[in-house]
């Protein structure tokens, strides 16, 4: 099962069991949390939450208003930064009709970034659910 998540919901990967498909690339937790790559606090946003905000209206999200947030959890990424980033990269360029409402009234990729999705999956379950 593939798992359908927006940056809130990173999370709830690790309950979901949402796994990449067999043939992707691993990347361990031990690169993440080695690497000294991390987003700068002072950062401008990346598109996060426009490209949330815009989706939301296009698809008539019932919460839009937790764009900013669930963006906000992405880029204080500390374990799994390189994988996030892939993440964000992949869904920002996304069109609407790969989009829909989950349950909590938030936009979110659809089967869409598949891999980025797993990698994401996989970092959260070997940081014991460390974003």
Known sequence: MIVRI??????????????????????GIADAASSVDRFPADAPDDGCTATCMLRA?????????????????????TFCVRQVRAFLACFLKEPVNHWECNESGLPVIGHA???????????????????
Not at 58 to 77: F, I, M, N, T, V
């Open 57 to 77: 209206k296009e698809l008539r999200c019932q919460h839009p208003e937790g764009c900013p947030d669930a963006c906000s959890k992405l880029h204080a990424s």
């Open 113 to 131: 970034c598949e891999g980025e999705q797993g990698d994401v999956s996989d970092c959260l379950i070997q940081s014991q659910g460390k974003l």
């Open 6 to 27: 927006w940056p809130a919901l990173c999370a709830t990967i690790v309950a979901l069991g949402c796994k990449k498909p067999p043939s992707a690339a691993s990347s």
